[in-house]
């Protein structure tokens, strides 16, 4: 007789990442399969651990087999505060519940969600330059222009056929400083883009075009770094370059289908939404070429949801995918079965001990992810190894800010 699957222990995990914090949830079952999923405190979320251990009563005794069960009584009792860290919880605890039925079933997750309809998943390499400049975690570190060069000509060497960047500002020695307000560095509340900003931002991607050559596709974040004015003339300042995409983050559908308008790169969004609902309006306004989807925020499940919708209305989807090995795996499995796939991200540059801490790496060749067929997600963590990389005293939110003091 298959297993029932019932869940005896819902336990929280972390460990450092050097700068930030790994976060997991470990389900385990009355006849002892675990379940794993990653999620997130740090992409301005404190708090998801402690949501999901005040839910984690409602699984007690509960079959992982009906995870769309116990994840609309979790919607229900959490109702009035949907959405944010909220939400993060139930996709979280979602995915751990289908690593365990999967496990269960002794199938690849991607055997769940339908059966995948590719064999390789083609990944662009994220944050390029951005990591690089946190120079005491990530070797060689990039202070200047020539490190700019450096990199652009790596992702060619190494195999990729694609790249994403960020804005930049250089200095009278072409030295370079990440440019972020929208995530207060600098700390500026209007998010005003002024012209330096966009002269920097057109001699950086003109410096990745000419090092990385004709071939590599390039993808520009420019984040909630501005509003749509500013977004605006960041486009006008770059429209005659070649450009595979620019991801532009706005709560409103309406300004982004505005911008799309009068923008002649695609433009990809919605990394920050979560359930259908929020994600529809940017459908039904033509907001978007690709619609980015956080599958560790979503739960994988309720993701095929929002692809489907996309399918729909004949846009595109991408997983957001910088956190842990063991997220990567999740999106491959979201990313394998998704007919409307448009490319996935991944972060190239990692830390010291990711390959210590997860059972298994993500396999890539070619640029592109190898699907594993392992059972479950294909990874998981090895806590023995977490535990000797203690969790950052700081919960979720960065612990050096930039916002100046006010005089009083």
Not at 322 to 347: K, Q, W
Not at 356 to 379: A, M, Q
Request: aromatic fraction near 8%.
């Amino acid at each position: 007789m298959p297993t029932k699957a019932i869940v005896s222990e819902v336990k929280t995990l972390s460990c450092s990442n050097s700068w930030r914090n790994y976060y997991f949830l470990k389900i385990t079952t009355e006849d002892g399969i675990v379940g794993w999923s990653e999620f997130d405190e740090n992409f301005g979320s404190p708090g998801v651990c402690a949501v999901i251990n005040e839910l984690a009563h409602r699984l007690i005794g509960q079959s992982a087999m009906y995870h769309e069960h116990i994840r609309e009584d979790l919607r229900n009792v959490t109702r009035p505060g949907s959405g944010g860290v909220v939400g993060q919880a139930l996709g979280a605890i979602e995915n751990a519940l289908l690593d365990v039925k999967a496990k269960a079933l002794d199938v690849p997750c991607h055997v769940l969600l339908g059966g995948k309809v590719r064999d390789q998943i083609r990944v662009y390499w994220s944050h390029c330059v951005s990591y690089r400049t946190r120079t005491e975690h990530f070797t060689p570190g990039i202070v200047d222009i020539n490190g700019v060069r450096q990199i652009a000509r790596e992702v060619g060497e190494k195999g990729f056929t694609a790249l994403k960047t960020n804005i930049f500002h250089y200095d009278d020695q072409n030295r370079i400083e990440g440019w972020s307000p929208g995530f207060s560095r600098p700390h500026e509340p209007g998010r005003n883009v002024e012209r330096k900003t966009r002269k920097d931002l057109r001699k950086h991607l003109e410096i990745m075009r000419e090092e990385a050559g004709p071939d590599i596709d390039i993808l520009l974040d420019l984040n909630f770094n501005g509003k749509t004015e500013g977004f605006l003339s960041m486009l006008r300042e770059i429209e005659d370059l070649d450009l595979f995409w620019v991801e532009i983050d706005t709560l409103d559908p309406k300004a982004l289908a505005y911008i799309r308008a009068n923008s002649r790169h695609p433009i990809s969004s919605c990394e920050t939404l979560i359930g259908l609902q929020q994600f529809l309006p940017f459908f039904r306004e033509q907001a978007v070429d690709v619609a980015i989807i956080d599958t560790p925020w979503n739960g994988v499940w309720q993701s095929l949801k929002i692809a489907a919708a996309a399918e729909a209305y004949e846009v595109n989807v991408a997983s957001h995918n910088f956190y842990g090995h063991l997220c990567t795996m999740m999106n491959a499995h979201f990313s394998a079965v998704v007919p409307n796939m448009r490319i996935m991200e991944i972060d190239i540059d990692r830390i010291a001990w990711d390959t210590e801490i997860f059972s298994h790496v993500p396999e890539i060749k070619d640029g592109h992810l190898i699907v594993p067929d392992r059972p479950g997600w294909g990874t998981e963590p090895i806590e023995s190894a977490l535990a000797k990389y203690p969790p950052l005293p700081t919960v979720g939110m960065p612990k050096r800010v930039s916002i100046p003091r006010l005089s009083l």
